[in-house]
């Protein structure tokens, strides 16, 4: 995968968790719970986008290693709303499915860049 479709595959996951989250109800519980998955998924995306600006390997790899803590919350959020009944599994599995596999292709870039 080249970095502009990791690019457009991370704002992709932005975007569909937020139209994820306009479909929450409006309770306390699932405005915070939505907002904090948001505030991750779009982490995501904005930080691996400046990722790709570092300017040395170091600022490279300290980027990634945030975009990697951000799907894997991104991941936690998920799971957090089907557990606590905010949204239904078969609505999230498609999103869960790809905070899972986006947090993977990270792990395995930081070691990539490390090595």
């Not at 306009?22 to 719970?33: F, H, I, M, Q, T």
């Not at 995501?44 to 980027?63: G, Q, T």
């Not at 957090?80 to 078969?90: D, G, H, I, S, W």
């Amino acid at each position: 995968m080249t970095p502009k479709e990791l690019k457009d595959r991370t704002k992709r996951f932005a975007v569909d968790v937020i139209r994820l989250c306009r479909e929450l109800p409006g309770s306390l519980d699932a405005k915070r719970v939505g907002g904090q998955l948001i505030d991750a998924a779009t982490s995501v995306a904005a930080n691996y986008r400046a990722a790709c600006r570092a300017r040395s390997r170091p600022e490279f790899i300290a980027k990634l290693g945030v975009v990697l803590e951000e799907s894997d919350e991104s991941l936690f959020w998920l799971e957090l709303m089907v557990e606590a009944n905010l949204v239904t599994k078969p609505r999230a599995e498609r999103l869960l499915k790809e905070a899972d596999e986006l947090t993977a292709i990270f792990t395995t870039s930081v070691k990539t860049a490390k090595g």
